[in-house]
């Protein structure tokens, strides 16, 4: 069985949820894609019950801080949780070259010595490039470069159980160059930043984000099954599940779900 437990929803700017970032978990571990933006992610850890000494695997999208600054809090604690002789093995951090280089110089310039010097012996980076594929809990994983023209970003395709696909594209619209990543993929994570009839207020395009329509469209012309629409707008999310969820299924003929913070699905 594998699960997807989406711990937060929000974009950069939201407050009334946390900040975009997941959990995907079977029975060899599980791997956090992002961390948010703060030690927040400490208090949803713990309410989901997740106990730090059992994250070993980290994937990181992009270093946009609703995304990394909880990934740092995150190396602090794990690894004094090492040090404490609470926590066996090892935690391995995938990104990109840039962004590991830039965890480790923050690491080794905040942290205390006791914890950066973790780096390298049971802190571990993973650096990959466009195309690469890793093995992660089991599972394999094929990384893509998303294409942003704001800062270099990975999304990732994940084949698991009986041939199945989970394709997350960051927090960015999903571009043509990685269309193929997605076709006929079982689960598709996307953003969308708002609804289409809310285009105006929140201005998505100038921000290089996408609508719930947007994001439906996509996904049917792709032949997506089932379609999460997450990194949204916080000021309607009261209406927010059923709002984005009429629009989306207007234009997608799968199964559309809006999460809440903390919410799950069995893929």
């Keep these: 069985m594998t699960k997807l437990r989406i711990l937060g929803t929000g974009n950069a700017q939201a407050v009334e949820c946390y900040n975009t970032c997941l959990t995907i978990e079977n029975e060899n571990g599980i791997l956090l894609v992002d961390a948010g933006g703060g030690n927040g992610i400490f208090k949803i850890l713990e309410n989901e019950n997740i106990e730090l000494s059992s994250i070993h695997h980290i994937f990181v999208t992009h270093a946009h801080t609703d995304h990394i600054f909880g990934v740092l809090w995150l190396i602090r604690r794990i690894g004094e949780t090492m040090n404490k002789g609470k926590m066996d093995g090892t935690l391995t951090i995938y990104t990109h070259k840039e962004l590991a280089e830039f965890l480790i110089y923050v690491s080794k310039t905040i942290l205390t010595k006791k914890v950066s010097s973790l780096i390298g012996e049971r802190i571990l980076f993973s650096v990959h490039e ?8 089991g599972n394999k994983f094929t990384v893509f ?73 996509l996904a049917e012309s792709l032949g997506v099954k089932n379609l999460i629409l997450y990194h949204t707008e916080d000021k309607t999310l ?30």
């Design 238 to 267: 009261t209406t927010r599940k059923e709002r984005y969820t009429k629009e989306a299924k207007e234009y997608f003929t799968g199964n559309v779900y809006v999460p809440d913070d903390r919410e799950s699905f069995i893929l």
């Design 130 to 137: 466009d195309g690469d594929e890793r093995t992660i809990i």
């Design 145 to 217: 470069d998303i294409g942003s023209t704001k800062m270099k970003q990975f999304g990732f395709r994940m084949e698991y159980e009986n041939g199945k696909v989970l394709v997350d594209p960051g927090d960015e619209p999903l571009l043509e160059q990685n269309y193929d990543k997605a076709r006929n993929a079982d689960w598709m994570t996307h953003e969308a930043f708002c609804t289409y009839e809310d285009r105006e207020r929140f201005k998505p395009y100038e921000k290089h984000h996408s609508t719930a329509l947007d994001a439906a469209k």
